[in-house]
Nanobody, 127 residues
Framework: QVQLVESGGGLVQAGGSLRLSCAAS????????VGWFRQAPGRVREFVAA????????AYADSVKGRFTISRDNAKNTVYLQINSLKPEDTAVYYC????????????????????WGQGTQVTVSS
């Protein structure tokens, strides 16, 4: 069955770094765009970053540009999110998701275009 399993979250001080991982199984990972979303308490889920199926095209939310980097290793069926210069407002549950890749179309920031979702990993940033 399809699975996306996130890991790497935790408690970190402001200014610190984390690397989140998301291991995929049960589908042809290399044919799917992947994205990271997050949801803070009392807030709607929001787009963070996404990568096309090849990794050649990426997209970021304005709030994380320059601090977050998405990458993928199709040989390992894994997508990563490197998070630097963490801020308290980055505190949230982080989810990875996968959407069918579309030739010539970049990765989507729309959550409703993603078919598969992980269970999330908590990131807490203390001030």
């Amino acid at each position: 069955q399809v699975q996306l399993v996130e890991s790497g979250g935790g408690l970190v001080q402001a200014g610190g770094s984390l690397r989140l991982s998301c291991a995929a199984s049960g589908f042809t990972f290399s044919r799917f765009s992947v994205g990271w979303f997050r949801q803070a308490p009392g807030r709607v889920r929001e787009f963070v970053a996404a990568s096309s199926w090849s990794g050649g095209s990426t997209a970021y939310a304005d709030s994380v540009k320059g601090r977050f980097t998405i990458s993928r290793d199709n040989a390992k069926n894994t997508v990563y999110l490197q998070i630097n210069s963490l801020k308290p407002e980055d505190t949230a549950v982080y989810y990875c998701a996968a959407a069918p890749g579309r030739p010539g179309v970049g990765p989507s920031y729309r959550a409703n275009e993603y078919d598969y979702w992980g269970q999330g990993t908590q990131v807490t940033v203390s001030s």
